[in-house]
Structures are given as C-alpha cells and as structure tokens.
C-alpha cells in the first residue's frame, strides 16, 4: 500500500509541474502589455517602468517562471498586484470557506444520491425507479446557477430571505455559519447529486446481475445484507470515481455558487481578481486549486485500493 | 445504421430529447420568423411588463420582449454548442487517434498534456481562459473547445486502442496498408458510436458552460440575447419581475435537459449494458 502511495505521488510530480507550466504561460500571453493592461492605458511610463521592475515582468519568460515556483516551493506566491498583500495567506485564508462548502454540499449530494439510487437499481423499472431517473436526469440538467437562482427567488418571495451579506466562520459561530452555508451548499450538493445517483443506481445494478450475488442470495442471505455487504461495496468504485470527480466540479461550482451569495471564498477571490486583472493572485489561486483536485484524486484512488484489494498497479 | 435507427425509434425517451432538440434547433434557425420583435428593440413604454398577449414572456428593465431574446438566444446557444464542441471533438479525435493507434512514446505525450487539463474543474480553466483571452463570443466558444479536448482525446483513445485489438486491422497491416489508410478507412468508422455519444454530451456541456460564463459576464457580452446573460440581468430585479430569470432559466434547463435524455438514449442503444 505503501510502495503504491509513493508511487501515484511521484507520478503526480509531472502533471503538477505541467499544470504550473500551463498557468504561467497562460498568464503570460495576455494580448498586449501586462503592465499596461493593468495600469490601463493613462499610466505613464515610469509607472509602466516600476511595476515590471516591482513584479519581474521584465525579466525573460523562464527566469520569471523560476522565480515564481521558487516561491511556490517555499510557500510564497507573490504580491496582489492591486494589493500588494500577500497571496497565499489570502488564499488559504478563504480556502476554508471553500472547503467548508465543499464538504456540506458533497455530504448534503451522498446522502441524498447513494439512497436514492440504491432504491431505483433494487426497484429496477418501477415508478420509483422511474422517478428516481427522472430527478436524477433533472439534477444533471439543471445548472447550480440557475437553481440557486430560483432558489433565492422561491425564498425571498416566501420568507423574504436574502443572501448574508457579512459571512460568519463556523469557529466564531457554528450556528450562524451554518445558516450562511446551509443553502449554497444545499444547491451545489443537488447538482453534484444527479450524477453520483446515476452512477449508483448503474453500478448496483451492474453488480446485482453478477453470480456471486445470485449464490448469495441462494444460500438464503437476508435482502438488507446482499445489497448493503456484498452489493453496495462492490460497486463503491465506480461510484467513487464519480465522486472524486464531483468534488473537482464542486471546487469549480464554488465559483459561482461564492459569488451569487456573496461567500469570500476562493472561488470569489478568483473572479475578483479576473476582473481586476490581478493576474498574481489569478495563477496563485488557480494553482492552488489544481493542487486539490490533483490530492483529491490521489485520495480516491488510495482508497479505491482500500476497498478493492484485486487493483494492481503497474 | 438501420438496427441503430430501428432501436433509437422504439426509445420514447430518446424521442422525446431529440423532438426538444430539434425544437429549439428550429427555434434558432427561424428566430428572425418567430420573434415578433428584435432581441434588442427598447420599449420605454412597456419598461418590466409582466407576461401578457404582447408580450407572452413579459419585458426587462429595458422594456426589450423577453421571449425574442430567448428565440434569438437560442441561436446564441447552438453556435457556441457546434462549433466549441467542433473544436473538442475535432482535436479530441486528431489527438485519440494518434495516441490511441501509435501508442508508444507520442501516446505518453499526448495523454500527459491531457492530464494537465484534467487537473482543473471545466468551468475554472474555461474561466481562467476567457480572462486571459477576453470576453467575447468567440473567445467563449475557444475556451470551451480547449476544455473540451481531453475528454474527447480520452474517449477515442480508449475505443481506438479496443477497436486495434480487432484482426481486420491486423490484417490491413499485414497486407501493408498505410496506417494512415488504416486510420481514416478502418478505425475511425468503428469509433464513430461512443464519438457521437460524446458529441451530444458535450453539446449539453457547451451551452452550460457558455451560460455560465455568461451569467459571471465573462462569456458573451450584453446586449447579445445570451440565456446566461439574461439571467444574470434579471437577478437584480427577479423579486419585483421574476419573468426576467424564470423563462431565460427554463430555456437552459428545458435545452440542457433534452441532449441530456437523447445523450442517455445513444448510450443506452450503443451500450446496452448500461441500461
């Protein structure tokens, strides 16, 4: 197990030097002057002068490039550009915001999806099943942004609720930030739930046709323990695939998700800083980004071997 | 083809997908015929009207018809769908067929570079692309087929490298045929049903993905008669005119819903198993 975690970490080293790779260069080829396009086009030219000097913009692409992983490595990602505050502390100081929802919505979509889709593959071509395809299919079909949209409307017009305007972190009041959290959470959960419910009901079904569940059943197991110790962990790795590549949707949801309900989270610090152009804090918080989903796939794929001992890995 | 035909007509779902695709296809392409006014004609007069005979989806602060929109906002929708998912799909089946064929070195390459795209959610790199580039249409549509690419690449790929295990390509090689010839001419014809399957995913995929850029106001830019533009339009006012987000929501829902179940339809007919 062990020799294997090393191994998937290691193999990750490339794409994580190619993901650094893609975004500098990303940010790099902004049509025009960078300098320029930050300080817009009434700055002088020793403002223009200063800040390329200030940021190494002048400075060929590579030893730029060096520089800023030479940061990264050592826990600094550079300066706001609109700031000058340091990014990383910014970043992570609204990572746990991000995290937070994450882990709501992702628990709010399992414990709605897993159920539900157990119960249209046991009741495989019935009107539950149907209805369960049904929400399921709608769930895959209607955007978060949309829902929350709707959502927000639906409330303010019953209860004449409003998005927080000042958020509340769960340490300082685990109540009140739960209340924040409760709904963005609740609307990225139900679109990640779709497709986790989707793949549930496939995966059990897949694995209620197989022989082993036929001698089981045979042998006069009780219905609970066929598909709950023999169906439900078998088919546990397809569904957590999907699963680790909701989270990494999720992660990309809190974008919009953070900036409907005003949550200054590092989805919000993303878009902020896109539309201020503030392209340090950009390739930072993208970066960091990548770096999680990247870890949340190496996790799923521990624990698939956890849970499935038969995977071998070249 | 005609087993495929015969199957797919016996699916009432996936009729019901393809006859809501096909709507709103028509929809955009007659948009000038259907929408009794012009996507951005004002009306000072008629400022957030509420649905009524004039007006079957009410009117925007700008007292613009906002059923005419979301006709033209169709066509909006379709371009960015074909031609991001052209994009995708064109480099995705370029880059599946090489690696997928040759394997080998160019393989490890290609899938690589791949993984470096896997390594963002869609809509971050479609974000930080579009920031990069600009908002604009056309720059939209750029970003989404770069996001697109690895899907597809990963797709093809995968069918290609179980289609080469066949002994017609075997034999195609032994009696010398090109591996270009083998490629075009014996390969890519027998990839083409889990292809296509993708292509109306990722149809569904684009126009999500081009509403919610639009709706952040990094996709297509106002006035165009974009859905996603127009939700986020109507967000300030949706408590006093709830038209404006209720019918531009809708057509998003209602289109995304269709290739969704026509999607699930192909796949469902080309791979049985999965039913």
Known sequence: MLT??????????PVLFGVSVFIFIVMRIVPGDLAMTILGNNATPESLHQLREDFGLNLPLYVQYFNWMSGVLTGDFGQSMRTGQEVLPDILSRFKLTFELTLISAF???IIAIPLGIIAAVKRNTNTDFGVRLISLLGVSVPNFALAIIIILVLSLAFSYSPPIEYVGFFENPLQNLEIMIIPAIVLGSSMAGAVMRMTRSSVLEILRQDFIRTIRAKGARERIVIFNHALRNAMIPILTIIGLQVGTLLGGTVIIEQIFSLPGLGQLVLTAINQRDFIVVQGAVLFIAFVFVFINLLVDVLYSYLDPRIKYK | MKQFLKRLRKDKVGIVGFVGIAMVIIIGLLAPLIAPYGPEEMSQTHVMEGPSKEFIFGTDEFGRDIFSRIVYGAQVSLQVGLIAVGIGAGFGLLFGLISGFFQGKIDQIIMRIMDVFFAFPDILLALTIVAVLGPSLTNTMIAIGIVFTPVFTRVVRGTVISVKENEYISNAVAIGVSP??????HVTPNIMAPFIVQVTLGLSG???????????GLGVQPPNPSW???LNDGRALMEFAPWTILFPAGAIIFTIFCFNLFGDSLRDILDPKLK
Request: aromatic share 10%; charged share 10%; net charge positive.
């Open chain 1, 108 to 110: 709010i979509s399992w």
């Open chain 2, 206 to 216: 684009a126009i999500l993905t081009e509403a919610a850029l639009s709706f952040l």
């Open chain 2, 180 to 185: 270009v010839n083998i490629i075009i001419k």
């Open chain 2, 228 to 230: 996603g533009v127009m």
């Open chain 1, 4 to 13: 294997y975690i090393t191994r998937r970490i290691l193999m990750l080293i």
